[in-house]
């Protein structure tokens, strides 16, 4: 079955332009999470969905920073007016609504912002 | 809030030898799943191991097993007959079990395993 699939791959931006980047869950899961790595760091919690609401946002960093889920599949990050610290990898992550259900995660989209 | 401490950036170890990496959390719930993932230079990353707190038997999966100490707060990573494939980034995850509890898992910041030939 198809796993976790994040668009684009990469994606090199300017500094001030909005980027979207775009996370296909596998089908089923209804928990759905976006994380942010920079380099050499750690992975940074930004949103958790639950079907389509998201009751945990507490990681966002900014309001320039939101996300959206639909028809409790596909999910939309959105970055407004992009900065150059917003340069990192952002990858989505999706699993079943149980504690120890592990996170399958995509292949994450690299943004570089200019 | 629930933290998770990997105190080593980076390991090596030579092929076919045996290779701990070391992870610590900190939480106040007794209930609660720990996972170790990795990352190789893909990007993608791939569940290595997982543990439940309420167990107290150490998991393993093939080569690879834990060392869970509830009291110490401890997990601990080991890669037996190490091979050249294993070469990536090792996260450490934490996860809270309780009802109305966080969703998400919290991470280390990862150790950089290297395998020598």
């Known amino acids: 079955g198809a796993g976790v699939s994040q668009s684009p791959s990469n994606k090199v931006t300017e500094k001030g332009k909005d980027v979207e980047l775009r996370c296909d869950p596998i089908?089923?899961?209804?928990?759905l999470y976006w994380y942010r790595q920079s380099l050499g760091q750690g992975l940074e919690f930004l949103i958790y969905?639950?079907?389509?609401?998201?009751?945990?946002k507490s990681g966002l960093p900014s309001d320039r920073f939101s996300a959206e889920r639909t028809g409790g599949s596909v999910s939309t990050l959105t970055i407004q007016r992009t900065q150059q610290e917003d340069s990192a990898v952002y990858l989505c992550?999706?699993?079943?609504?149980?504690?120890?259900?592990?996170?399958?995660f995509g292949n994450g989209t690299r943004l570089t912002v200019t | 809030a629930q933290t998770v401490t990997q105190s080593q950036p980076e390991m090596s170890v030579q092929e076919a030898e045996t290779v701990t990496l070391s992870c610590t959390y900190d939480t106040s719930e007794s209930d609660y799943y720990l996972f170790w993932y990795k990352q190789p230079p893909s990007r993608q990353m791939i569940l290595v191991i997982r543990q439940e707190a309420y167990k107290q038997q150490n998991a393993t999966e093939n080569r690879f097993s834990v060392n869970f100490q509830k009291a110490a707060k401890s997990f601990s990573l080991k890669i037996s007959d190490s091979q050249l494939g294993d070469a990536a980034m090792y996260f450490c995850a934490y996860r809270s079990g309780a009802q109305g509890g966080s969703e998400k898992l919290v991470f280390g910041k990862g150790t950089k395993l290297t395998v020598n030939p």
């Open positions: 992550a999706s699993s079943l609504v149980q504690y120890n259900s592990p996170l399958h």
């Open positions: 969905f639950q079907g389509n609401s998201a009751p945990d």
């Open positions: 089908s089923g899961h209804t928990a």
